[in-house]
């Protein structure tokens, strides 16, 4: 099945220990979106790629950085992780669809991380 | 600007009673709106969207939204509650002008009881 994949699904770091977490796509979708959702609140979008372009969300710590190498996979670095970030990251993607036609967004089981 | 409101964070229902999950939304141009259904420690599940077509939307696992312009609303409902329904449901908003954000709503967790 088509599906987003994220790994690892838990991560511990420590305190400003730089860590990656991996997201890929099988789907083939033209977009790939980061979100952190912290603790009984909604998803707040860091930022996506539509194909290579990256979009950063205005309030994005630059603390977090992202690449996307080829279509199929997306990273979140953290630099320096504080306590504050331990969170759900989500990964997302949809096909990046053109004015007048509705762009879903599927979701992969996200990575929980702790920062010790 | 876009955004949701739901309304109750935390709702109750008896097993087999009906499920009624409240969203109202702002938004100066015609709304794409959504509603994903999140387990514990799991990514968010699309359950159904509105995409200007019918204004009653059928999704999986028995739910169903009916988007009121008049109301500005997009209330999801299911006729029987059941256990597996137990999660956190969020509302959400985008535009028609395609690859657009999604703006989520704060959420509501859904309790079954026995």
């Known amino acids: 099945d088509a599906m987003v994949i994220q790994n690892p699904r838990y991560q511990v770091t420590q305190f400003g220990k730089p860590v990656t977490l991996s997201c890929s796509q099988t789907?083939?979708?033209?977009?790939m979106y980061w979100y952190q959702q912290k603790s009984s609140q909604a998803p707040k979008l860091l930022f996506h790629?539509?194909?290579?372009?990256?979009?950063n969300e205005a309030d994005t710590p630059d603390n977090f950085q992202s690449r996307r190498p080829n279509t199929s996979f997306c990273f979140l670095d953290i630099r320096s992780p504080g306590l504050g970030d331990a969170a759900m990251y989500l990964c997302?993607?949809?096909?990046?669809?053109?004015?007048?036609?509705?762009?879903?967004?599927?979701f992969g089981p996200g990575t929980r991380l702790t920062v010790l | 600007a876009q955004s949701v409101t739901q309304l109750g964070s935390h709702v109750s229902v008896s097993e087999g009673a009906l499920v009624l999950l409240r969203c109202n939304y702002s938004s100066s141009v015609p709304p794409y709106l959504f509603w994903y259904v999140q387990y514990p420690n799991q990514g968010l599940q699309l359950l159904l969207k509105y995409t200007s077509a019918a204004t009653l939307v059928k999704g999986i696992n028995g739910f169903e939204a009916e988007f009121k312009k008049s109301e500005t609303s997009f209330h999801l409902t299911k006729p029987s509650a059941h256990m597996s329904d137990a999660a956190e449901y969020f509302c959400a908003v985008s535009s028609n002008f395609g690859n657009e954000k999604l703006t989520f709503g704060t959420g509501t967790r859904l309790t079954i009881i026995p």
């Open positions: 789907l083939n979708h033209n977009v």
């Open positions: 997302a993607t949809s096909r990046g669809l053109t004015s007048g036609r509705s762009d879903t967004q599927y």
């Open positions: 790629y539509y194909d290579k372009d990256f979009n």
